[in-house]
């Protein structure tokens, strides 16, 4: 227990909360924007790391099983958003939400067919596997900071997006005022459709790239779900902001649970949610 | 709540019916596979009850809750955690003391979470049924994640006489179908109250009943409590038929399955909820008698119904059982 440990466990904490950022901010965008509760976005971050785990078998090269996953990723959630999501805009959250269940019952069984049940190890690049040293017998592995790094890119170019380009003005007129987005010409449909897109493949990306760290296997998608839903709700919903600082908090929460009372480890995630919701029931950032 | 249009009511009535006879006939119908359909249509009324004790929730008062389960998993490790190892508990100590614990911890819960609504009000409920999932996940209090064991089903005897024998299927099957149809009686009744009017009228309008006067808060509050402890029945009923409880029964997969049915059935209705568990396990059932890989199907299902049926099975009835012969309209 001393510096270098707490350090140690910072950044790892910092990491896992910048990888739920990933996941959970798609989600935060797809409900902000579309108003939609999509319970199969865990389904995406599976999604992401078997293929990635599927294409660096193939290719033998985790760098492009990575970039292809991204597309795929994003090919299923667009086509998702058009033959399904689209039919129910105008219906109640629980129908989207009943449907999305079902969503998440037959990626499970599909990955299941496809891929077998059972837990698979992916690779890492041989050029990312070392470890930085810390100290005499204390060191870091490389990958984890890459992984840090590449979210923290993300996160910041979605920022970029959101805040300075013309597509993320429309993103977020589209938040505030759908019909109006609508009547200046806007075409909301595809819109949407990118915007679920988008949020699939920053799902992907995240499964894709914690492949390595986690390996891969069944049902994965499903406690990545909760932890994400989790984060968006303490940082207020539709907030990426918030959705950040919630990520965070909740990587941090977990990882320092694990170590310090490894028997109540999953326990503490809920307990500082709760707290949250009891000091400010809308979120941090509502 | 308007009354049932007569087809409807008959129609269901008949499914009681059929339910309520099925121990007769169902030896001479399926002879193969009679034993396991008993036990089987038991643990089906068993999850209706709780569905339609989440339909209170979620369909009438407007509470969305993914926390359910922990009511349910709560009632069933209250009869595990009570029941002298070797021995039989007496029903008359033991199910109480479970209902009222359920009911304690449901109104420290439900007084938290109802500060909160919408989306939110869902993941206050879902963190809460987590942490209720971990806590005995984690704690050696019953077994942490291997569960316990119930060795012996409690005994229903009053001056030492015994009423009932629960070991016995059909006896603990007609138990079962008293609670079910007691317990939909029971919610019909507590909507028709005043007290239910008011909750109804919160489902619809919260601001509008706050400008009437009353305290939304109140009344959410008790149904909240109510829907629980019924959950708590059916959760306790459940421990007792299979004599095993593990955290499973409080994750948010059990809360999500009891949302699926009430929305499935078609919620605010008390009786598609129940439907609903029928045809969702039966389903379930069939699907996993066709194919190892039956989530598959069970999930395309899901989504089938959605696109077509947007109010449920329920809203399929009444619209078949209100279009051929308009009913006089009963009392709003």
């Given amino acids: 227990m001393d510096v270098w440990f707490f350090l140690i466990q910072a950044l790892n904490g910092v990491q896992y909360g910048l990888l739920l950022f990933l996941v959970a901010s798609g989600l935060t965008l797809i409900f902000g924007i579309m108003g939609i509760i999509n319970l199969a976005h865990g389904s995406f971050y599976m999604l992401g790391a078997y293929t990635a785990y599927w294409l660096a078998l193939k290719t033998g090269s985790l760098l492009a099983a990575l970039v292809l996953s991204l597309p795929i990723a994003a090919l299923v959630g667009f086509g998702i958003e058009t033959l399904l999501v689209r039919a129910l805009y105008k219906r109640d959250h629980l129908d989207q939400v009943l449907l999305t269940y079902g969503l998440i019952l037959v990626f499970n069984e599909a990955q299941k067919l496809i891929w077998g049940s059972d837990v698979h190890a992916v690779a890492m690049p041989a050029v990312l596997n070392w470890s930085f040293p810390l100290t005499d017998n204390l060191s870091y592995p490389i990958y984890r900071l890459v992984i840090s790094a590449v979210c923290a890119v993300v996160a910041l170019g979605m920022w970029w997006v959101i805040a300075k380009t013309r597509f993320g003005m429309w993103v977020r007129a589209g938040a505030s005022n759908r019909e109006m987005v609508q009547a200046l010409g806007i075409n909301v449909k595809l819109l949407f459709g990118l915007v679920f897109a988008i949020g699939a493949a920053l799902a992907g990306l995240a499964g894709a790239i914690a492949a390595p760290v986690s390996s891969v296997y069944p049902g994965m998608g499903d406690s990545v779900l909760i932890l994400c839903f989790v984060v968006v709700v303490i940082g207020g919903v539709g907030s990426v902001k918030g959705a950040f600082l919630g990520a965070i908090l909740i990587g941090l929460a977990d990882t320092f649970g694990r170590v310090l009372v490894p028997d109540f480890a999953s326990f503490s995630v809920y307990a500082v949610m709760a707290a949250v919701l009891l000091w400010k029931p809308k979120g941090l950032f509502a | 709540m308007s009354r049932l249009p007569r087809p409807v009511a008959i129609a269901l009535l008949a499914l009681v019916v059929l339910l309520a006879a099925y121990p007769l006939y169902g030896a001479w119908l399926f002879p193969a596979k009679h034993a396991f359909l008993m036990q089987k249509i038991t643990g089906i009324m068993i ?81 809460f049924g987590q942490m209720g999932f971990y806590f005995f996940n984690d704690s050696r209090l019953a077994g942490g994640s291997d569960g316990a064991y119930i060795y012996v089903m409690p005994a229903v005897e009053i001056a030492g006489i015994s009423l009932m024998n629960l070991e016995n299927k059909l006896v603990f099957y007609y138990l079962v179908f008293g609670l079910f149809i007691g317990a939909y009686l029971l919610l019909k009744v507590l909507l028709a109250s005043p007290f239910g009017r008011v909750v109804q009228a919160i489902g619809v309008n919260e601001s509008r009943v706050k400008g009437l006067g009353f305290n939304p808060d109140h009344y959410k509050l008790v149904a909240f409590v109510i829907g629980a402890t019924i959950a708590g029945l059916a959760g306790f009923l459940g421990a007792a038929q299979y004599g095993f409880v593990n955290p499973a029964m409080l994750s948010w997969h059990q809360s999500g399955t009891a949302l699926v049915m009430v929305i499935l059935g078609g919620m605010g209705t008390i009786f598609g909820p129940a439907l609903g568990a029928f045809v969702l396990e039966l389903a379930r059932m069939g699907f996993e008698g066709m194919t190892e890989h039956w989530l598959l199907p069970m999930g395309l299902f899901v989504i089938a119904v959605v696109l077509l049926l947007p109010k449920g099975l329920a809203g399929l009835l009444l619209q078949l059982g209100a279009k051929p012969a308009p009913e006089p309209e009963d009392e709003a």
């Fill in chain 2, 47 to 127: 999850l209706a009850i709780m569905a339609m004790s989440l339909d209170l929730l979620v369909g009438i008062a407007g509470m969305v809750s993914l926390g359910h389960a922990a009511f349910f998993g709560l009632g069933g490790y209250m009869l595990a955690i009570l029941s002298p190892e070797y021995e039989a508990a007496n029903i008359w100590i033991v199910l109480p003391a479970a209902l009222a614990i359920v009911a304690a911890v449901a109104a420290i819960i439900g007084a938290l979470s109802i500060r909160t609504t919408g989306i939110s009000f869902i993941m206050i409920t879902l963190a």
